[in-house]
């Protein structure tokens, strides 16, 4: 399995003004160290950095199934994170993962808060439904879109 950021096309056009998924210019703010995640390089911001917070779709079209939500981002252009290994950026102690179809739908039944030490093993067995096409790793208390994990 491969753990995705956001694609960094879709970070550049953010970083440079571009407005987010609710057609608003994201908001220029300084990370305080306190778990400000990156979604494209998949780190922690660190504190006193400049940061990004804006309206995510990390969806290909709107529908009802596709969920908006808060998103970090670093301010300065970031490498694009993501591979096989936990990134950085999951370091609460668990997080919602949940199954998603081709068609960019929740797979009933797959999703679950998850320890994160053990996301590894249950996307392997969520993986073992062939009705799911990809997960998201999402924030356990607040929902927030982490990032995408798909088969390798």
Do not use: W
Not at 50 to 61: E, K, N, S
Not at 86 to 100: F, H, V
């Amino acid at each position: 399995m491969r753990f995705q950021a956001i694609p960094t096309e879709v970070a550049r056009h953010y970083q440079a003004g571009g407005l987010d998924a609710n057609g608003q210019v994201p908001e220029r703010q300084i990370a305080d160290g306190d778990g400000n995640p990156c979604r494209h390089c998949l780190r922690m911001i660190p504190k006193g950095a400049g940061m990004l917070v804006l309206a995510h779709r990390p969806f290909p079209a709107p529908q009802p199934y596709a969920e908006v939500g808060p998103t970090f981002l670093c301010d300065a252009p970031c490498e694009a994170g993501g591979g096989a290994a936990l990134p950085e950026a999951l370091g609460s102690s668990d997080y919602i993962l949940r199954g998603y179809g081709a068609d960019d739908r929740i797979v009933y039944g797959t999703g679950g808060v998850v320890a994160t030490g053990a996301i590894v093993a249950r996307a392997a067995a969520l993986f073992s439904d062939a009705r799911v096409a990809y997960l998201h790793v999402r924030s356990a208390r607040n929902n927030c879109y982490q990032c995408r994990i798909d088969r390798a």
